[in-house]
């Protein structure tokens, strides 16, 4: 129901918008433009991660920390 969530569950609202916006780039299956760029660098013989090497080098170390401080600033 769009009328509570944009009143009395406005929170989860927020948490759904937060997790769209940032997180969509976890991963390069999460966010379409992401697979693009990596299929042109492929392409153009750049070196790129594979899909687990991309979690262990970006996703845990850079993208994780970011993801705990959104949560922070937004939601605590």
């Not at 999460?30 to 660098?41: D, E, H, L, T, W």
């Not at 070196?47 to 937004?74: D, E, H, K, N, Q």
Request: aromatic letters at 14%; zero cysteines.
């Amino acid at each position: 129901d769009p009328q509570q969530l944009m009143t009395t569950r406005a929170l989860t609202l927020d948490a759904i918008s937060v997790g769209a916006v940032f997180m969509g780039a976890n991963t390069y299956i999460g966010n379409a433009p992401n697979f693009m760029v990596k299929s042109i660098a492929e392409e153009a013989g750049v070196a790129m991660p594979s899909f687990f090497g991309y979690i262990v080098r970006y996703t845990l170390p850079v993208l994780g920390p970011v993801f705990a401080l959104t949560t922070w600033l937004f939601f605590i």
